[in-house]
């Protein structure tokens, strides 16, 4: 017998109609390679939204009308090339030419018929696999890395392998490539000896056009994928659902996440009298300090209760104090019940005080969340955690390999608390040690000699990219311990600077309160049917959410991919949406 874990699990969900994607597994394939699908491709689906059906070569083979009638084919297990037959493959190659995308994750080519290579003309196959842990966007311009910085390196957690290309088609343009340098150069020929290898920097990323078609293929591993040697939402994932939202026909639909974007201050008292935040509110942040209730004076609750009613910024509870926690007793264990009806009673006489309740989003201090007191904040409207981390546990005892929906992530996630579903959890973080984007950027604690506004701000820019990139919502994360020595002049330099290196990014900015709802809700629905007519579509969603969504709409506009909106309204079943 197993013990129930109390997490939400989670369907994958086939979709039917001309306008989804046909992702072609093999479940009679070598069990090594079909365990990973899942983890490395559907669930990435399934975050992203888009809406597509399994072809499994074990049950059914492909036909022309199957091939025909979808958005884009998508080649999503490795080895592949073994398992489909010559004119299986001559069906793909016929039917890009008529218009359907293909992206193909399956690297190793060496397996492939003439057909398929022929999409991308590539010649000069390897006969072996070489290494590699890292990967490097190539110089150009191209919608696939259009989020990407030319010349940015991505290192892996361990290599990954991938097959040389030496010849390819003029109208194939190599996105990104893999280096095989003197450090990956002794790590494979442990591995093949018998090989020789050039170093050089090899690409693994091509995209092109055929007929009225577009087509992907990736020639590394995709077992990048994988957390054990890189994983999703690292800094890639933007050219995993930019290749397939490129190559498919459109229009197309995905129940993807808006390009929500806020912001956090943590330890708040007041300093400055808030006017920080108010700098923020300013750029377009709903900015969320989230507070100290014993430090903070009483001649600013005006001033809390204004932000909260207006909605430009949403003060939350996160301490008492430093040391005294709203939930857990710092670094010692839960509260007592007593200890808790206490700590909830001064919460409750605070924020009486204010005038003013706050929203549902909670941001608590250090980390350490107490079970027993999930009781109390229900009891008190709050819903989401931002972030989750791990209920119950001393900090020294919380595992990061241990994480939430999608990835099993703790830096990107969103999912029901296992302890109680009626809490629901997002972040979209960098690494725990990186999560403050002003750590080693001003003079505080000496962390930097002086304030270096231009690395503050290239930092928060970072924050920002990395949860756009993902597919996630975006926060910007400080201490307000930092303003000590930082001017509001800086800060206000820092956020100019900001949306300039954003400025290539669409960005919608929300409250947390806002994003956690959005966030519950495209979790609770899925495209269940997506027809196309011309330039017209019929969508099914099955589920239910309680907060409205946005479908995001793709279409092609010249050599770019340009993003609508479609609004849904709350349902509960099924809602049909045209357009």
Same mark, same amino acid.
């Given at each position: 017998?197993?013990?129930?874990?109390?997490?939400?699990?989670?369907?994958?969900?086939?979709?039917?109609?001309?306008?989804?994607?046909?992702?072609?597994?093999?479940?009679?394939?070598?069990?090594?390679?079909?365990? $990973?699908?899942?983890?490395? *491709?559907?669930?990435?689906?399934?975050?992203?939204?888009?809406?597509?059906? @399994?072809?499994?070569?074990?049950?059914?083979?492909?036909?022309?009308?199957?091939?025909?009638?979808?958005?884009?084919?998508?080649?999503?297990?490795?080895?592949?090339?073994?398992?489909?037959?010559?004119?299986?493959?001559?069906? $793909?190659?016929?039917?890009?030419?008529?218009?359907?995308?293909? $992206?193909?994750? &399956?690297?190793?080519?060496?397996?492939?018929? =003439?057909?398929?290579?022929?999409?991308?003309?590539?010649?000069?196959?390897?006969?072996?696999?070489?290494?590699?842990?890292?990967?490097?966007?190539?110089?150009?311009?191209?919608?696939?890395?259009?989020?990407?910085?030319?010349?940015?390196?991505?290192?892996?957690?361990?290599?990954?392998?991938? *097959?040389?290309? +030496?010849?390819?088609?003029?109208?194939?343009?190599?996105?990104?490539?893999?280096?095989?340098?003197?450090?990956?150069? *002794?790590?494979?020929?442990? @591995?093949?000896?018998?090989?020789?290898?050039?170093?050089?920097?090899?690409?693994?990323?091509?995209?092109?056009?055929?007929?009225?078609?577009?087509?992907?293929?990736?020639? @590394?591993?995709?077992?990048?994928?994988?957390?054990?040697?890189?994983?999703?939402?690292?800094?890639?994932?933007?050219?995993?659902?930019?290749? $397939? #939202?490129?190559?498919?026909?459109?229009?197309?639909?995905?129940?993807?996440?808006?390009?929500?974007?806020?912001?956090?201050?943590?330890?708040? %008292?007041?300093?400055?009298?808030?006017?920080?935040?108010?700098?923020?509110?300013?750029?377009?942040?709903?900015?969320?300090?989230?507070?100290?209730?014993?430090?903070?004076?009483?001649?600013?609750?005006?001033?809390?209760?204004?932000?909260?009613?207006?909605?430009?910024?949403?003060?939350?509870?996160?301490?008492? &104090?430093?040391?005294?926690?709203?939930?857990?007793?710092?670094?010692?264990?839960?509260?007592?019940?007593?200890?808790?009806?206490?700590?909830?009673?001064?919460?409750?006489?605070?924020?009486?005080?204010?005038?003013? &309740?706050?929203?549902?989003?909670?941001?608590?201090?250090?980390?350490?969340?107490?079970?027993?007191?999930?009781?109390?904040?229900? =009891?008190?409207?709050?819903?989401?955690? /931002?972030?989750?981390?791990?209920?119950?546990?001393?900090?020294?005892?919380?595992?990061? %390999?241990?994480?939430?929906?999608?990835?099993? #992530?703790?830096? /990107?996630?969103?999912?029901?608390?296992?302890?109680?579903?009626?809490?629901?959890?997002?972040?979209?973080?960098?690494?725990?040690?990186?999560?403050?984007?002003?750590?080693? /950027?001003?003079?505080?604690?000496?962390?930097?000699?002086?304030?270096?506004?231009?690395?503050?701000?290239?930092?928060?820019?970072?924050?920002?990219?990395?949860?756009?990139?993902?597919? !996630?919502?975006?926060? *910007?994360?400080?201490?307000?311990?930092? !303003?000590?020595?930082?001017?509001?002049?800086?800060?206000? %330099?820092?956020?100019?600077?900001?949306?300039?290196?954003?400025?290539?990014? +669409?960005?919608?900015?929300?409250?947390?309160?806002?994003?956690?709802?959005?966030?519950?809700?495209?979790?609770?629905?899925?495209?269940?049917?997506?027809?196309?007519?011309? =330039?017209?579509?019929?969508?099914?969603?099955?589920?239910?959410?309680?907060?409205?969504?946005?479908?995001?709409?793709?279409?092609?506009?010249?050599?770019?991919?340009?993003?609508?909106?479609?609004?849904?309204?709350?349902?509960?079943?099924?809602?049909?949406?045209?357009?």
């Amino acid at each position: 017998m197993m013990l129930d874990d109390g997490r939400v699990q989670r369907e994958r969900h086939a979709a039917v109609g001309n306008g989804v994607l046909l992702v072609v597994v093999d479940s009679g394939g070598p069990f090594w390679e079909r365990v $990973i699908v899942d983890e490395t *491709i559907l669930v990435a689906l399934e975050h992203f939204g888009m809406p597509y059906r @399994l072809l499994d070569l074990a049950v059914e083979r492909p036909t022309d009308g199957m091939l025909n009638q979808c958005a884009g084919i998508i080649l999503a297990q490795n080895r592949l090339g073994e398992s489909l037959r010559p004119g299986e493959t001559r069906m $793909i190659a016929d039917a890009v030419e008529n218009g359907a995308g293909l $992206i193909n994750f &399956d690297y190793d080519l060496r397996l492939y018929e =003439e057909p398929l290579l022929g999409i991308f003309e590539f010649g000069g196959i390897g006969p072996h696999p070489y290494t590699t842990d890292s990967l490097r966007i190539r110089e150009g311009d191209h919608y696939i890395t259009g989020l990407q910085d030319p010349g940015e390196f991505h290192s892996f957690d361990r290599m990954v392998t991938g *097959i040389i290309v +030496e010849e390819w088609g003029d109208g194939v343009v190599p996105l990104a490539e893999g280096i095989l340098g003197k450090d990956q150069l *002794i790590y494979v020929r442990h @591995l093949a000896p018998w090989s020789a290898f050039e170093p050089r920097n090899f690409p693994l990323l091509f995209a092109t056009r055929r007929g009225r078609g577009k087509a992907v293929q990736f020639t @590394l591993n995709m077992r990048v994928w994988r957390n054990a040697f890189f994983g999703h939402a690292r800094g890639m994932d933007d050219l995993f659902w930019r290749s $397939i #939202l490129w190559t498919v026909r459109k229009p197309f639909v995905a129940n993807m996440i808006p390009p929500l974007v806020t912001m956090s201050f943590d330890d708040c %008292q007041g300093r400055h009298d808030f006017e920080y935040a108010e700098i923020a509110s300013r750029h377009g942040f709903v900015p969320m300090p989230s507070l100290s209730l014993k430090k903070v004076p009483e001649r600013l609750f005006p001033r809390i209760r204004e932000g909260l009613e207006g909605g430009k910024i949403r003060f939350s509870a996160h301490a008492l &104090d430093y040391y005294e926690l709203l939930v857990y007793d710092f670094g010692k264990g839960e509260y007592s019940r007593e200890e808790l009806e206490g700590i909830f009673a001064f919460h409750d006489a605070w924020w009486d005080e204010v005038g003013a &309740d706050p929203g549902p989003t909670l941001r608590l201090h250090w980390g350490e969340y107490g079970v027993k007191a999930l009781p109390f904040l229900k =009891e008190r409207g709050y819903l989401y955690f /931002c972030p989750a981390l791990q209920t119950g546990l001393h900090k020294a005892d919380m595992c990061m %390999q241990d994480g939430f929906w999608p990835y099993d #992530l703790q830096t /990107c996630y969103y999912d029901y608390l296992p302890d109680d579903h009626h809490f629901f959890g997002f972040a979209a973080m960098l690494a725990r040690h990186q999560e403050d984007f002003l750590t080693g /950027c001003t003079a505080y604690l000496r962390e930097n000699e002086t304030n270096d506004v231009e690395k503050a701000a290239r930092s928060a820019a970072g924050q920002i990219r990395h949860g756009l990139r993902a597919g !996630f919502s975006a926060e *910007i994360v400080t201490h307000e311990q930092k !303003f000590d020595v930082l001017s509001m002049d800086e800060w206000e %330099q820092i956020l100019d600077r900001v949306d300039q290196l954003t400025e290539g990014y +669409e960005k919608i900015h929300a409250s947390h309160d806002e994003i956690g709802g959005y966030l519950k809700g495209k979790d609770g629905v899925w495209i269940a049917v997506a027809e196309v007519e011309g =330039e017209r579509m019929r969508c099914r969603m099955e589920g239910e959410t309680a907060s409205a969504l946005r479908l995001s709409v793709f279409r092609d506009e010249g050599e770019e991919v340009v993003r609508e909106y479609q609004e849904v309204e709350a349902f509960v079943g099924e809602a049909v949406v045209c357009f």
